[in-house]
């Protein structure tokens, strides 16, 4: 009965579009901070947030910046990589699967809207700052924001499945 309702449902790749929103936003979102933010210059949004224009030549917490330019071959790589595999997960999912190519298009298009900027700019934009009491999160932009709620939804959908079994576990022991 479950294969015939999968096999019904739509293609999890009808998900794509989320992707290709999220390199969008990003892109566009980039765009606005150049033309409009100053380097390294906040601007004031709220108590806890301003826009701040920074640029990342390295991963995720600038890890790795500080070297002399082969770490933007090696993301290159490593988002083109990433990107086939999750794209090659998504099209392996089940009919009708929802959750999971969600969340899996969202870390698609963010990793995808990121290298768009390694690509051409030899770094990522950043913009987005948010802090606390003087202390400083490290800047991000929408494409870093799509690649969080990602991988969030798929932790949560880590954990709905150990639960699941769980559940099972005890039902067939009983």
Same mark, same amino acid.
């Given at each position: 009965m479950s294969e015939?309702?999968?096999?019904a449902g739509r293609s999890p790749l009808v998900w794509l579009w989320l992707a290709l929103l999220a390199i969008v936003l990003d892109q566009v979102t980039k765009q606005m901070?150049?033309?409009?933010?100053t380097y390294a210059h906040p601007v004031y949004i709220l108590p806890v947030l301003d826009f701040t224009l920074l640029y990342n030549r390295g991963a995720a917490f600038s890890f790795l910046a500080d070297q002399e330019g082969w770490q933007r071959w090696l993301f290159t790589a490593i988002s083109i990589g990433v990107s086939i595999m999750l794209l090659v997960w998504q099209a392996r999912l089940p009919r009708g699967a929802v959750w999971l190519p969600i969340a899996l298009s969202l870390? $698609?298009?963010g990793a =995808?809207?990121? $290298?768009?900027?390694? =690509?051409?700019?030899?770094h990522v934009i950043d913009f987005?700052?948010?802090?606390?009491?003087?202390?400083?999160?490290p800047a991000f932009n929408i494409a870093d924001s799509a690649i969080t709620l990602g991988a969030i939804m798929l932790g949560l959908d880590v954990i709905r499945e150990?639960?699941?079994?769980?559940?099972?576990?005890r039902s067939t022991s009983d």
């Amino acid at each position: 009965m479950s294969e015939t309702l999968q096999k019904a449902g739509r293609s999890p790749l009808v998900w794509l579009w989320l992707a290709l929103l999220a390199i969008v936003l990003d892109q566009v979102t980039k765009q606005m901070a150049e033309a409009m933010l100053t380097y390294a210059h906040p601007v004031y949004i709220l108590p806890v947030l301003d826009f701040t224009l920074l640029y990342n030549r390295g991963a995720a917490f600038s890890f790795l910046a500080d070297q002399e330019g082969w770490q933007r071959w090696l993301f290159t790589a490593i988002s083109i990589g990433v990107s086939i595999m999750l794209l090659v997960w998504q099209a392996r999912l089940p009919r009708g699967a929802v959750w999971l190519p969600i969340a899996l298009s969202l870390v $698609l298009g963010g990793a =995808l809207g990121n $290298l768009v900027d390694r =690509l051409l700019h030899g770094h990522v934009i950043d913009f987005i700052s948010v802090h606390w009491a003087g202390s400083y999160f490290p800047a991000f932009n929408i494409a870093d924001s799509a690649i969080t709620l990602g991988a969030i939804m798929l932790g949560l959908d880590v954990i709905r499945e150990i639960r699941q079994d769980m559940r099972q576990a005890r039902s067939t022991s009983d």
